[in-house]
Every structure is written in C-alpha cells, then in structure tokens.
C-alpha cells in the first residue's frame, strides 16, 4: 500500500479523536463552569480545583496515567478510548473557563435587564446571557479546538493509530523519504487546524451580521 | 393626605452601603398612584442606587420597600421567588438601554412577556407591536436594535419595561446617553406617559423635564433625601441650602 496512503488512513482516527474529545469538552465544561461560577463554596472551590489540575498536568503525563497508570488499578482502557477521555477532560477544564470568560464579556446590564423584567435566573442565562456569551467565547473556543487537534498526536504515544502513528511508523519502514512522509503528516494537521480557523471566521461573521443587521 | 390603597411604592428607612461607604442613608419616601416624582441632585449623591434599591437590583442593607402592594423587609436574604415577586410590578429603564443585542427590537419587547406573563408568542407580538405604535417605533420592529439610534433604543426599551403592566416605571437618567435632540424624543414619550396616568420615578439631571412634568421633586445629596415638595417649591423656592448650591450650578451651566 502506498505510505501516504496509510497515513491518510490515519486521519478518521485523528478527526474523531478531535471531534469526540471536544464534544466531551464542551458538555461537561458546561456544568463545570457553573461549579466554578457557584456562590456555595463547597461547590466552587473543588470545581477551580479540578480546572486548575486538569490544565496543569501535561496532556501526554494524563494520558499515560489513565492508559497505563489506570490499569494497575485493573482498569485497562483501549488506547483510543484512553485518549479520548483524557483530552476530553483536559478540554472540558479549558472550554469552562472559556465558557466563563464569555460569560463575563458580556455587558452587566444584560443581567440587570433581565433581573429587572423579572425573568427567571434560568431563562436570563439560557435566552439572553447564553447567546451573548456564546459570541465573546467563540474566538477563544476555536483557538482551543485547533490546540486540541495537535494535542490529539500525543495519543501515538499509548498507540492510538491516528496520523502520526502511522506517519511514523512508515517513516521506520523507510517505505518513502521520512521527510517527505512526515511533512505530509503535518500538512494533513495543518490541513484541519486552518479548516476549524476558517469556519470560526466565517461563524464569527455570521453572528457579526446577525446582530447588526 | 392620600389614601394609603393609592400608595404605590413605599420606602422606610432605606440605607444601603457599599463597604464602609453609606450610599443611601435611611430615605423614607412615597409615591402615589399616577404620580410622578423626579429625583434630582449632585452626582454620586446616591440617586441611582436609592432608584435601584427599589426594585432591588440592590439589596438594601436596611429598611422596608413596597411595590405595588407587595412589602419586603430588605434587611434579611430575599428569596428569588419574593424579588420576582416585588419587580413583576416595577419596570425600569436604564441609562445604557440594555436591550438584548442579539434580538430585535419587536423580540426584545415580546420575549419576557411570554417568559413572566406566559403569553403565547402571537399575543405577545401583538401586544408588542401596539406598544411600538405608542412608542412611535413601528416600523423598526424587525431591526436589532444597534441598528437603532439611542432615541430609538431607550424607546423601546421603555416599550420592553410597559409590556409587563408594570405598576410603577423607574428611570434611570434615561437621556444621559443621549444627544439633546434624541433625549427629547425620549422626554416626549415619557410625558406622554405621565399624561396618560403611570406612576414614575425619574432620577434625572433633565431639570425642565422635573419642572414641567413631575408632580414632585426630591433632591438627593450626601446619601440623603434633604428636600421634597411640588417643583415650584423644589426647584424655584429652595430652603434647603445644599439644594440651592446644587440649582446655582445647575443654572449656570
């Protein structure tokens, strides 16, 4: 099979790792957030605790934790599902203080008017803070997802075949020009980062013109 | 006397602090129904805050408010239940307009009357659009409302604050974002609704609108209520020497 080829098949790997890694990310750094948010000390000081250490520690140190170190424990993970956990978690700790700085961005009076029309806290966040939030943190959200889709080469190293795993291991085999085989492996990443940076743009223009229409 | 049924909004002994500093130090006040009161006097000397102690954007540190007959002790922790509650009956429309951004102007004056008054989406835009007849604002009912001028936005969101039947509107320094012409059209829809019978209380620096329009004038200084009475009184007799520091400078801007 031609190298390249194989490299390419490496690629679903590499976008599902990605897309499945930030949806975990941005669902449970939802709830998160709003820990982080929580007037109840209990609740917000394990939530900043919890980010804290989720963004200190090196993606590669909580991978190998949860694929090798976990199973000491007897919890044996897949390589694939060991990565996607772990840069899911470490993707939910970033997007909640994403979440929470687009929160912030949002003007004070947004809340007041609501509190004032006498809309429920629940209905002031969902309808009228959310989306407004949404807007502010999108910039920095897509910035994240294309840190991610780099970070996701990590997972060659607990032997998730994603495109670098490939990559190398063709480049081993000397089937072609290591440089040549590896530069293709950083185009294709290339290829998905500048793809998420356009669509970002374009979605960030969208809501541009929504509002000022 | 006023009957005390006609009373709209009662404050007693309302302080509030910000740390050690006293920003409102125990005002006592009434408003009757279709009454307007405007309350006037130095920057920083607490208008704002005393205005948005009312509907409790700020909770008090101590006193008793009532808003259309429903009384809170401020001094203890309020449930979400008892401000909504205290606000359903209080419209207010801020300096800044604070329409939502990313709705329309009809949307923006539609969306909390099918969230507070749970009115389907169809009554409520009919009700919206007659508000925006009222307003003179009917044809920006599709725009969003940066599209708007700020005449325009402080108009609807005075549109936004009447759509719930407030019992009393609270305005706070609603022309001090705004250029003279587009204050006034501001002015002019807020004498129409004096004329037309709402309870207000304005916190304003617009002296010709306190003079012409409202019933009453407070005036406001270090925190305090120092002076109340008709605008005759208020604004032309002043006793109370703070007061007249405060017109002297007023007048000879």
Same mark, same amino acid.
């Given at each position: ?20 890694? #930030? ?18 000390? #209990? ?13 200190a520690v090196p993606p590669i140190v909580w991978l190998f ?25 470490i ?60 970070d996701?080469?990590i ?53 541009? #013109?929504?509002?000022?229409? | ?160 604050? #009447? ?91």
């Amino acid at each position: 099979m031609d190298p390249f080829l194989t490299i390419l098949s490496g690629l679903p790997t590499t976008i599902a790792l990605s897309v499945l890694a #930030l949806a975990i990310g941005a669902l449970v750094g939802l709830p998160l957030m709003l820990a982080r948010r929580a007037r109840i000390l #209990l609740i917000r000081v394990p939530a900043r605790t919890a980010i804290d250490i989720l963004r200190a520690v090196p993606p590669i140190v909580w991978l190998f934790i949860i694929f090798f170190g976990l199973a000491e424990t007897g919890v044996q993970l897949s390589p694939f599902v060991a990565a996607v956990v772990g840069l899911g978690a470490i993707s939910a700790g970033y997007l909640a203080e994403v979440y929470r700085g687009g929160l912030m961005a949002v003007d004070k009076g947004q809340w007041e008017a609501g509190q004032a029309l006498g809309l429920p806290t629940r209905d002031t966040y969902r309808y009228v803070l959310a989306p407004q939030a949404w807007r502010a943190a999108l910039p920095a959200a897509a910035t994240y997802a294309i840190g991610l889709i780099k970070d996701t080469a990590i997972a060659y190293t607990i032997g998730v075949n994603e495109v670098l795993f490939e990559a190398n291991h063709e480049a081993q085999l000397g089937t072609a020009s290591p440089l040549a085989i590896l530069a293709f492996a950083g185009l294709l990443y290339a290829i998905l980062s500048v793809a998420v940076g356009v669509a970002s743009r374009r979605l960030d223009r969208r809501l541009q #013109l929504v509002v000022a229409r | 006397m006023e009957a005390a049924a006609n009373v709209v909004v009662r404050l007693v002994d309302v302080t509030k602090r910000f740390g050690e500093h006293t920003v409102v130090d125990g005002v006592s006040a009434e408003v009757c129904k279709g009454e307007v009161l405007a309350i006037v006097g130095p920057s920083g000397a607490g208008k704002s805050t005393l205005l948005r102690c009312v509907n409790l954007l700020e909770q008090p540190d101590e006193g008793r408010i009532t808003v259309g007959g429903h009384e809170v002790d401020a001094s203890r922790p309020l449930a979400r239940g008892e401000l909504a509650a205290l606000r359903r009956h209080a419209g207010m429309v801020f300096q800044a307009f604070n329409l939502f951004p990313h709705m329309t102007v009809l949307e923006n004056i539609s969306f909390a009357q099918t969230r507070v008054l749970d009115l389907s989406r169809d009554e409520a835009d009919r009700r919206s659009g007659e508000l925006l007849e009222r307003v003179g604002l009917a044809d920006k009912a599709d725009v969003y409302p940066l599209r708007c001028s700020g005449g325009q936005q402080q108009r609807a969101a005075i549109a936004r604050a #009447l759509a719930l039947e407030p019992q009393v509107m609270l305005f706070d320094e609603p022309t001090s974002a705004l250029d003279p012409e587009l204050g006034l059209e501001v002015l002019t829809v807020m004498r129409q609704l004096a004329n037309d019978g709402m309870t207000m209380i304005v916190v304003t620096h617009e002296m010709n609108f306190a003079k012409n329009v409202a019933d009453e004038v407070a005036v406001m200084a270090d925190a305090k209520l120092i002076e109340r009475g008709s605008p005759r009184e208020v604004l032309e007799q002043p006793t109370h020497p703070r007061t007249q520091a405060f017109l002297r400078a007023v007048l000879e801007r």
